[in-house]
Each structure stands twice: as structure tokens, then as C-alpha cells.
């Protein structure tokens, strides 16, 4: 259940490492994952790798991140840890759990 | 008291229970909690619903075969269970054989950020994958409430909630939550509305500096359970609630007497001693040889291979062995020979029910004939009268269940009753006075046997001497007289000293002695 971006790392700094946590393919989970692809093809570009994780294949692996609420987007790289909960739908509010409404405004500026 | 104090023995269960292996719990709710459901355990801040939990899952899983899954949302297992480790219990062994699989739920709202339509699946899935790990049969979620304050929507939290608790049902789960107890309600979000089936109130108390916890079953739907509260403790082995005694006065009675260890005051009850089974108060003022008269008895009847335990609330071992032996006592021989358990604590070390117990604990331990608890005064100088009662009415109560006959001492003022003697005088078979006057630049110990259910015993007050082959009873003429002349009598001290009024003297004197004691004799 692995997908990721078409383009190589460009810098560990830059490099945005997620974590989807899904249960199963439900209307949620699909939404906070194109909700999320949408949102890394306009503010990444490329700099990002998403993994989608099932905890219906695989629910050991919930405990590690402490995963409670479905879906959880979990933001492993650039530290530290993020977690934004929900089917993502609210870009502003995605944005600022990814810390990149700070980096906007420094491309920006 | 009524009837509904005891929890109902001959009740048939209309509910499937899964017995928690708590001592007392499984007796007031009847048989355990509610099979394949949920219980609310709920109570402040250090009340011990997380003891309870955890002794749940770990008796279950020890004792009941049936495997446990742990959900903690604020310790951390290793935390837990070094908490626990100090009761006797090993989680992490526990864990190793499979027989109960921890889980610590962690969030940290500061790290989470919400946005759109969420549910707790990873929670539910999380659980699925527990209680497949271990087969459990069992899970405790403590506190299950700390999701309220790592999510923000209420909406969410509480539909699935209400989700959680349908699935654990469907399951067939017997699961404990436990949740803080809120301002006027049992818990602070409301949990119970949820859960109706079997609720369960911990309270932990302190009054006058020593604390008291009570367990109470607020609700138990579909079967009947003790409603009263009542007392438990945890110590080194865990939780137990304190065992309600039989209401009935049902017990047994014995014909068998028990010589008191001084042959005088054998043949002041019919030449034979007390009763087998019966209470015996033994009260006076201080210095009087309360203590003495108790050990004499002790000794007597582990000379003869009794087993007597003998709990003290002023004196160590080394203490009252050495004072004893002074009066020709010699309790090392005893205890050398395990006759004899001696156990002193102090009256303020803990609350009444924990004396309770731990003197339950004492007898189940030791299984004496005899029991001697010297003073039961002490008590009340750690904790209210009225619950030092309590306290004494359902220990002498169980005593006499057990056939085991005790002698209580306890000290009064010159002249007077305690408070405390009035109390539990009704529970009192054979009561012993003591008390001293000074006469003659002397000090005369008299003693004198205020009541003694069930046999003729003599109405005679006499002077006790001990001496250090033991106690003697002589005549207490010279009490007497003294006696008279404090009541404001005309003699002068030669005629007081004279042995030739003495008999009408001393029919005015002891009913004078009995008038006084007469409010607490009945």
C-alpha cells in the first residue's frame, strides 16, 4: 500500500515524509487521501512522499503512532511529529498541521 | 439493623455474572459483574478504580482463566505495573504468557490537528486487535474519559462512545471502564448514561486524618446486590471489601466453659470460667491489671493448647512479655510454641475497616480459640465512636460465628463507664470491672463481675492482688469501708476498718456500684 510521488527527495530538510492511516476504503478515507494528493501537488511539489497505511491489513501497526481517529495523516519528516486528523478537507487547516502556511509566506516573501 | 444490609444469599442469578476473584465483591453483587457487558467504575482521584480494574483483569486471567486486554489512555503499562507490582501482581509476566495484552493509548492534543469528518476506528481497531492477540474475554479501558481531552468535537466522541460500548457488548466482552466522578453526577462526562447496566461508586474518604474507603454498587440492572457502602481497602494483596457479617443473631451458643486463667474468679462464674464463644469486657480505670487479667487468661488456655491471638494497641511484644513475666505470666514458651500470636499496631495506623480486616485476616491466618484485643479504648482515639462501634459490633459479631471466644479490655475513669463500653455492651456476655481505691496509704485493686449472661455468677466485689505468681481474689471488706466512708458515711477510719459491719456495708456498697453501671449494662 505504498505510493509514492513521482519525484525523488530533494533534501531531507525539505522533504515531507506522510503517513496516511486508513481503515478499509471508506467515503473518509478516500477523501483525506485525494483531499491530501491535491494539497502536496499544489504546495510541495515533490518534495513529499506519501504512504497509506490500512489498518484493516494492518492493525499492529496503529499502536506505533498511537492512532486513534480515522483517518490520521501523520507527518514523520520534517520533525517534529504532526498529526491532522479527519478526511483533510479543510485545506487552511491541513496546511497549518503541516506547518506549511509558515513556509508559503517565506517562499513568498 | 434491617435485613437489606445483607447481601441476599439465596438469590438466583436472572444475569450470567463473571466473578471478578475480588474478595467481597463477588459477595455483594451476587455472583460478579454483569457477563459479556460493561461496568462503570467511578470514583475521584486516587479512589482505586484502577486497582479494581486491574485486579479484575488480573485475577481473570490467573485465576479464571480468561485472558484480559489492558487499554490505558493515562499511565503508561510500565508504569502501571510497577504500581501493581507492590500488590503481588505481574503484569509484564502476565503479558509474556499471553494472558493479557497492554496497550497505552497516547494523546497529545497540542500535536493534533483537526480538520474535517473523523471516527475512533483506529481506537476500535486498535481494541480488535488486543482481544485477538489474547483471546480476551475480559478488558479494562482506563480512563476511557481521557478522549475527551484529546479531541475537541464532543459530537464525534460522544457518537462513538456510544459505538464503543455497543461493540464491546456484541462481543461479549466483560469490560470495566473507569471514569473520574464529576460535580453531582457519577461521572463527569456522563459516561453511565451510556452504560446502563452495572455501575460501581468508589469513594475515598478522610476523617480525622485516616482515610476510609468505601465501594458502593449504584446500580445493577436485572439482578439484586448489597446497596449499602462498604468498606474496602488495598493492601499488599490487593483489593478486598470488606465482608458484610450475618445480620441474623444466629450464632451458635456453647455450654463449654473456658477457665479465666485465675482460679478465683472461676468460682465467682459458677467455679467454671466464661463461656466458650462468649465476649468478655474486662474494664477499669488505668493500672487496674486489665491487661494482666487478659493475659492470665491467654496463657491458661494456650497452656492447655489453645491457640490465642492477642492484638495490642499499646504495647510491643517485648513489653508486654516482660511485664507479664513479672506477675509470674510467661508468654515466650507460648509463642516459642506458635500458641501465642501477639500483634501490636497502632490505633491510628489505619481507619477501623482496615483494623477490621486486618484482624479478619489475623484470625483466618491463625485460626485461634481464643482472641484478646487490648484496650479497644485506644481506638476511639483514631477515629469517631460511632464507627468504632461499628467496627467492634461486626468483629464481635463475627467472633461469635466463629465460636472463637475474645476479652476485650478497656479502660474508663475511676468509678465510671466509658462511653464507648455502653456501645457494645449488649454484644458483651461477661463483663469484669476493675477498679482501685487508696486506702491507708495503699493501693487496692477491687474487681467485680458486673454481668455474666447465662450463669449464676457471685455479686461480690473483692480485692485483687497481684502478685507474682499471678492474681488472687481476697475479701474487700477493707474496699468497702473505704468505700462507704467516700460516700459520705458517718464512720471515722477505726470503725471503717472494722470487719464487723462489713456484710451490711457492702450490700449498700454494691448497689450503689450497680445503680451507677446500670445504664450500661442493659
Redesign the interface.
Known sequence: MKKNSKEPAVSAENHFQLRL?V?GQTP?SL??LS?LKRICATHLDGRYRIEVID??KN??L??GD???????LVRNLPK???????????TE??L??LDLRGLQVRNAS | MPQRNSPAHHDIPTLEKTPTGIIGLDQISVGGLPKGRTTIVCGGPGCGKTMLGLEFLVRGAAEFGEPGVLIAFEETPEEMARNVASLGFDLKALAERKKLYL?F???EPS?????????????F??L??AVDSVGAKRVMLDTLEA?FS??SNPGILRAEIRRLFRWLKEKGLTTIVTAEKGEGTLTRHGLEEYVSDCVILLDHRINEQISTRRMRIVKYRGTKHGADEYPFLIDEHGMSILPVTSMELQHKVSNQRVPTGVPDLDDMLERKGYFRGSSVLISGAAGCGKTILAAAFAEAACKKGERCLFIAFEESLDQITRNMRSVGINFEPLLKKGLLLHRAWRPTQYGMEMHLLRIHKLIEKFKPSIVIIDPITNLISASTEKDVHSMLMRLMDFLKEKGITSVFTSLSNVGEIAESEVGISSLIDTWILLRYSELFGKRHRGLFVLKARGMAHSPQLREMLITSQGIRLGSADALLAYRDRERGSQLDDDQAALPKSARSKRNRCTAGLTRRSSRGAR
Open positions: 492511516y481503515a473518509k477523501a483525506a483531499n489498518l484493516m492493525p499492529q496503529a499502536q498511537q492512532i486513534l481517529a480515522i483517518p490520521t517534529p511529529i504532526r498529526k491532522i486528523i479527519g478526511d483533510l478537507s479543510d487547516r491541513v497549518v498541521g | 496497550d493509548v497516547y494523546m500535536e493534533i490537528q483537526e480538520t474535517g469528518e473523523y471516527d475512533l476506528g483506529g481506537l481497531i486498535r480488535q486487535h478522549l484529546g479531541f
